[in-house]
């Protein structure tokens, strides 16, 4: 090649030979321990692959074992279930016998000496006295012993069931037992005491002790406080004590049973499943498995250490003749390749195509590859000076569309933010001359842009968000902008599009608006509607008046039929009365209620000052009235206020009220509570009702305000379905809002918030 041709363009190397020199000397890895890497690398997805077999069988093994778990704790659970109920069938047996039902102490004491020596599990047995004392029992040890304060004993009397205790040592005995106790009628018919059996706790250990179905399963009985009742291990001084496992102590605690998962990393992890021993229905105790983890998985660890040590083996011994046989194959062959490579460096292209031949085959091409590359030196040479002169002419075409585009543009340095260049359309827009506008820089134009790094490049796909531009005047406008990076004039920098939109954004929030003020006129006309259909749905239950002649029809035959059989008439004719007179009655309130849930939804509101505090003591007054016997604690909290209809809120409060009332009959402290809420201001017209009655699941809540929807069954606690339904339309007709909070067994509170309030 010419020598000037080779002047012609000046060549600025990025990357310098003695910098390549330094980068040979620190490279640590040959070829051949490259073929050596590789083939030790061959090895890892083998390895891998024997990973996730063995996590694999890992899993299918813990699944059997939970799964042997599972059987395991329901077989002693069957078992134990069948020990409790024989326990209740001897009970049932004992308490009918009429030595244990009579009076003659010393008879029923002999009796039930002589079912003890025939059951050598039973530790005691006795009968207590409705005052808690013992009257009689098998040891002859505890006569008048008190036992009322024993849970067993208050919970057979409450219940009139079968009813199993917590572990306890027994007054009498002093050994570890738990108890099973029934109520007894005497001869008269009403209760007499309650009779009771201390069993051993060895006659449970049976069954948990046959855990050893399960390789290092932990199996122990535990009562319903969390109480270990019998451990498989037969070790005795667990008995009585806790669980030491907080996660199945914890699930005693909130009767979840089945398997349990414990917290994320514990040390050490196990598998654990819960099973429950039941008394119609109610676990009275239960089977608590518990198994390492790595118990199950110790085998198939063991042989993963030793599989994987194979493997390992191997590569290393493939490795050592990858290294002898690379070398002679495949190094020599590319160390002659880069001696030839070095000559053309060097310009002695006659040495770099003489080369001694190699076997395979890739290093041959690459070598008529290297013959190749001196021959299209030349050729690409001239090719780049042709294309250097092209993209000149390219170049200024580009500058002449640049200037005479009729869209805003401009180029601007992405480090300093100045203008590169600036088109016609753009000195136009803002105002400025070419020459002014190339002194300024991107904030000048565009408000608090003071960084490159905030313009995001949108290549075509669309429009940036909008962002406020700054004309000469002062005028501000809102523009989109596409952003492309560029290089102008050795530069890195941006070119930008600009379009102005602050016409077509001002349109478009019209259009918005008035959109929205479609919608709300729409939402308007629709609460209408439903308000208009709800009236109608109320109006239709309107009929139900006509049911009350018919029924009046029943009743006065029901008393007409009465009298005519008078004294005369048969237990099975008085039965037949009695039920039409119940039916007569539940139907009159049921018409009753649905005429209430009418009259709310038609009737016209009222609205004046209503002292909530004075509503609340008149219901709470004719309530006690309808019931003098019971004994309830009312809370009333003074001073609240609402501004309401008075007719409806005191509608309103019979129902809460009411049902408060009604759903507390078997607490044995009943208690009411009606108070502001929390963070009512002024005279609030937020307030809640609060009892600690019967409660429900709430996961039922959203059936609570449907018309005939109860959650407890009638025989429970009577009633027609009618009263939450009328007091959550007498809310909504007070533009305010009701919901509810509650527990099984635990009460209730209803939250109240009326739309209308009292100036403070």
Same mark, same amino acid.
């Given at each position: 090649?010419?020598?000037d041709?080779?002047n012609?363009?000046q060549?600025?190397?990025?990357?310098?030979?003695e910098?390549? #020199?330094?980068?040979?000397?620190?490279?640590?890895l040959?070829?051949?321990k490259?073929l050596?890497?590789?083939?030790?690398?061959a090895?890892?997805?083998?390895?891998?692959?024997? $990973?996730?077999?063995?996590?694999r069988?890992?899993?299918?093994?813990?699944?059997r074992?939970?799964?042997s778990?599972?059987a395991?704790?329901?077989?002693?659970a069957?078992?134990?279930?069948?020990t409790v109920?024989g326990?209740g069938q001897?009970l049932?047996?004992?308490?009918?016998?009429p030595v244990?039902?009579?009076?003659?102490?010393?008879?029923?004491?002999?009796?039930?000496?002589r079912?003890?020596?025939?059951?050598?599990?039973?530790?005691?047995?006795?009968?207590?006295?409705l005052?808690?004392?013992?009257?009689?029992?098998a040891?002859?040890?505890?006569?008048?012993?008190d036992?009322g304060?024993?849970?067993?004993?208050?919970r057979?009397?409450?219940?009139?069931?079968?009813?199993?205790?917590?572990?306890?040592?027994?007054?009498?005995t002093?050994?570890?037992?738990?108890?099973?106790?029934?109520?007894?009628?005497?001869?008269?018919?009403?209760?007499?005491?309650?009779?009771?059996?201390a069993?051993?706790?060895?006659a449970?250990?049976?069954?948990?002790?046959?855990?050893?179905?399960?390789?290092?399963?932990?199996?122990?009985?535990?009562?319903?406080?969390?109480?270990v009742l019998?451990?498989?291990?037969?070790?005795?001084?667990?008995?009585?004590?806790?669980?030491?496992?907080?996660?199945?102590r914890?699930?005693?605690?909130?009767?979840?049973?089945?398997?349990?998962?414990?917290?994320q990393?514990?040390?050490?992890?196990?598998?654990?499943?819960?099973?429950?021993?039941?008394?119609?229905?109610?676990?009275?105790?239960?089977?608590?498995?518990?198994?390492?983890?790595?118990?199950?998985?110790?085998?198939?660890?063991?042989?993963?250490?030793?599989?994987?040590?194979?493997?390992?083996?191997?590569?290393?011994?493939?490795a050592?003749?990858?290294?002898?046989v690379?070398?002679r194959?495949?190094?020599?062959?590319?160390?002659?390749?880069?001696?030839?490579?070095?000559?053309v460096e060097?310009?002695?292209?006659?040495?770099?195509?003489?080369?001694?031949?190699t076997?395979?085959?890739?290093?041959?091409? $690459?070598?008529?590859?290297?013959?190749? @590359?001196?021959?299209t030196?030349?050729?690409?040479r001239?090719?780049?000076?042709q294309?250097l002169?092209a993209l000149?002419?390219?170049?200024?075409?580009?500058?002449?569309?640049?200037?005479?585009?009729?869209q805003?543009?401009?180029?601007?340095?992405?480090?300093s933010l100045?203008?590169?260049?600036v088109?016609?359309?753009?000195?136009?827009?803002?105002?400025?001359?070419?020459?002014d506008?190339?002194?300024? =820089?991107?904030?000048d134009?565009?408000?608090g842009?003071?960084?490159a790094?905030?313009?995001?490049?949108v290549?075509g796909?669309?429009? =940036?968000? =909008?962002?406020?531009h700054?004309k000469?005047?002062?005028?501000?406008?809102?523009?989109?902008?596409?952003?492309?990076?560029?290089?102008?004039?050795?530069?890195p920098?941006?070119?930008?599009?600009?379009?102005?939109?602050?016409?077509?954004l001002?349109t478009q929030?019209?259009?918005?608006?008035?959109?929205?003020?479609?919608?709300?006129?729409? =939402?308007?006309?629709?609460?209408e509607?439903?308000l208009?259909?709800?009236?109608?749905?109320?109006?239709?239950y309107?009929v139900?008046?006509?049911?009350?002649?018919p @029924?009046?029809?029943?009743?006065?035959?029901?008393?007409? $039929?009465?009298?005519?059989?008078?004294?005369?008439?048969?237990?099975?004719?008085?039965?037949?009365?009695?039920?039409?007179?119940?039916?007569?009655?539940?139907?009159?309130?049921?018409?009753?209620d649905?005429?209430t849930l009418?009259?709310?939804a038609?009737?016209?509101?009222?609205?004046?000052?209503?002292?909530l505090?004075?509503?609340c003591?008149?219901?709470i #007054?004719?309530?006690?009235?309808?019931?003098?016997?019971?004994v309830?604690e009312?809370?009333?909290?003074?001073?609240?206020?609402?501004?309401g209809?008075?007719?409806?809120?005191?509608?309103?409060?019979?129902?809460?009220?009411?049902?408060?009332?009604?759903?507390t009959?078997?607490?044995?402290?009943?208690?009411?509570?009606?108070?502001?809420?929390?963070?009512a201001?002024?005279?609030?017209a937020?307030?809640?009702?609060?009892?600690?009655?019967?409660?429900? #699941?709430m996961?039922?809540?959203?059936?609570?305000f449907?018309?005939?929807?109860?959650?407890?069954?009638?025989? #429970?606690?009577?009633?027609?379905?009618?009263?939450?339904?009328?007091?959550?339309?007498?809310?909504?007709?007070?533009?305010?809002?009701i919901w509810?909070e509650?527990?099984?067994?635990?009460?209730?509170?209803?939250?109240?918030?009326?739309?209308?309030?009292?100036?403070?």
């Amino acid at each position: 090649m010419p020598e000037d041709r080779l002047n012609e363009t000046q060549f600025q190397p990025t990357y310098s030979l003695e910098a390549a #020199d330094i980068d040979r000397r620190r490279a640590w890895l040959s070829l051949r321990k490259l073929l050596v890497l590789l083939v030790l690398m061959a090895a890892v997805p083998l390895m891998v692959v024997e $990973l996730i077999s063995n996590e694999r069988d890992q899993e299918g093994q813990i699944e059997r074992a939970r799964d042997s778990m599972d059987a395991l704790a329901e077989v002693i659970a069957g078992s134990n279930a069948r020990t409790v109920e024989g326990v209740g069938q001897f009970l049932i047996a004992v308490a009918a016998a009429p030595v244990v039902a009579g009076e003659d102490r010393e008879g029923c004491a002999r009796y039930l000496r002589r079912l003890l020596s025939l059951e050598p599990s039973y530790l005691n047995i006795g009968l207590i006295g409705l005052d808690g004392r013992l009257g009689c029992e098998a040891t002859g040890k505890g006569h008048n012993v008190d036992l009322g304060d024993r849970d067993f004993f208050t919970r057979a009397l409450s219940s009139g069931q079968l009813t199993v205790s917590a572990f306890q040592v027994g007054r009498v005995t002093g050994r570890h037992s738990i108890v099973f106790a029934r109520p007894v009628e005497a001869e008269t018919g009403r209760i007499k005491g309650v009779l009771h059996v201390a069993l051993d706790l060895g006659a449970l250990g049976g069954s948990v002790r046959g855990g050893n179905a399960v390789p290092g399963a932990c199996v122990q009985l535990v009562d319903t406080a969390g109480a270990v009742l019998a451990s498989g291990d037969g070790d005795a001084s667990f008995v009585g004590a806790p669980l030491t496992d907080p996660v199945l102590r914890q699930a005693v605690g909130a009767r979840r049973t089945g398997r349990l998962i414990g917290p994320q990393g514990e040390e050490p992890a196990l598998l654990r499943t819960l099973h429950p021993v039941k008394v119609r229905g109610e676990p009275v105790m239960y089977v608590a498995v518990a198994v390492p983890t790595q118990q199950i998985t110790a085998p198939l660890q063991s042989n993963l250490r030793g599989r994987l040590a194979g493997i390992l083996a191997i590569a290393l011994a493939v490795a050592a003749a990858v290294w002898g046989v690379g070398h002679r194959l495949i190094v020599r062959p590319v160390e002659r390749l880069i001696a030839g490579l070095r000559h053309v460096e060097t310009g002695d292209y006659a040495r770099a195509l003489h080369q001694p031949g190699t076997p395979l085959r890739e290093l041959g091409e $690459l070598q008529r590859s290297l013959a190749s @590359l001196v021959m299209t030196l030349e050729a690409q040479r001239f090719e780049r000076d042709q294309a250097l002169g092209a993209l000149s002419d390219r170049e200024t075409r580009y500058r002449e569309l640049f200037k005479a585009n009729p869209q805003v543009m401009y180029v601007y340095e992405v480090e300093s933010l100045r203008f590169l260049a600036v088109n016609e359309a753009a000195t136009a827009y803002y105002g400025y001359t070419h020459d002014d506008m190339l002194k300024l =820089a991107l904030p000048d134009i565009w408000p608090g842009q003071a960084q490159a790094s905030a313009l995001d490049p949108v290549p075509g796909n669309g429009p =940036a968000p =909008a962002v406020v531009h700054r004309k000469k005047s002062g005028e501000t406008r809102l523009v989109e902008v596409i952003v492309s990076p560029t290089v102008f004039e050795g530069y890195p920098a941006e070119l930008v599009m600009v379009t102005d939109v602050t016409e077509r954004l001002a349109t478009q929030a019209r259009v918005r608006e008035g959109a929205e003020r479609l919608e709300q006129r729409v =939402a308007e006309r629709t609460r209408e509607l439903e308000l208009s259909i709800r009236e109608l749905e109320a109006f239709s239950y309107s009929v139900s008046h006509d049911l009350r002649n018919p @029924l009046g029809a029943v009743g006065m035959f029901g008393q007409m $039929l009465a009298a005519h059989l008078g004294d005369g008439a048969d237990e099975q004719s008085q039965l037949y009365l009695a039920r039409i007179e119940q039916g007569v009655r539940g139907m009159e309130a049921l018409i009753d209620d649905l005429l209430t849930l009418a009259q709310v939804a038609r009737a016209q509101l009222v609205m004046a000052p209503v002292d909530l505090t004075a509503l609340c003591r008149e219901v709470i #007054d004719g309530l006690r009235l309808t019931e003098p016997q019971r004994v309830v604690e009312v809370s009333l909290e003074e001073g609240l206020q609402c501004t309401g209809d008075a007719g409806l809120l005191r509608q309103l409060l019979v129902n809460l009220l009411g049902n408060a009332w009604k759903f507390t009959a078997r607490t044995p402290q009943p208690r009411i509570r009606v108070g502001r809420e929390p963070g009512a201001a002024g005279a609030a017209a937020a307030f809640f009702v609060q009892d600690n009655g019967a409660g429900f #699941d709430m996961k039922f809540a959203g059936r609570l305000f449907l018309p005939f929807e109860r959650l407890h069954g009638d025989h #429970d606690f009577p009633g027609t379905g009618i009263g939450l339904a009328t007091v959550q339309r007498i809310v909504a007709r007070h533009g305010g809002r009701i919901w509810a909070e509650a527990a099984p067994e635990q009460g209730a509170t209803f939250h109240v918030e009326l739309g209308a309030r009292v100036p403070d």
